[in-house]
């Protein structure tokens, strides 16, 4: 069983930056895929970012180049630093632990964090 705890969200100016943190205890999320999704009032949970054991980061096409997924295993923690953020970033953001299944569907994602806040205005 893993736990997972997100911080770091907030209020934000669009074009501003933030950086989201997910904790995870109970064992190691070395060797687990790590992934980032996010839902907006009224709409479906959207994947943003995973990030594998040895590294490798895919991220949606809508934050591309914006958004960085990194992780430091000596503390068991993944983060996600945001910049450029617009106001359709609004939602609420989860990390989740994949075991096994695809990167892009949250269903195959087997432990979530309650998410954290953000909320980005113009």
């Known amino acids: 069983q893993v736990q997972l705890v997100e911080s770091g969200g907030g209020l934000v100016q669009a074009g501003g930056s933030l950086r989201l943190s997910c904790a995870a205890s109970?064992?190691?999320?070395?060797?687990?895929?790590m992934g980032w999704f996010r839902q907006a009032p009224g709409k479906e949970r959207e994947f943003v970012s995973v990030?594998?054991?040895?590294?490798?980061?895919y991220y949606a096409d809508s934050v591309k180049g914006r958004f960085t997924i990194s992780r430091d295993n000596a503390k068991n923690t993944v983060y996600l630093q945001m910049n450029g953020l617009k106001t359709e970033a609004t939602a609420v953001y989860c990390c989740?632990?994949?075991?096994?299944?695809?990167?892009?569907?949250?269903?195959?994602?087997?432990?979530w964090g309650p998410g954290t806040h953000v909320t980005v205005y113009s």
């Open positions: 990030i594998n054991s040895s590294g490798r980061t």
């Open positions: 989740a632990v994949l075991k096994s299944g695809t990167l892009y569907y949250p269903q195959d994602y087997d432990y």
């Open positions: 109970g064992r190691t999320i070395s060797g687990y895929r």
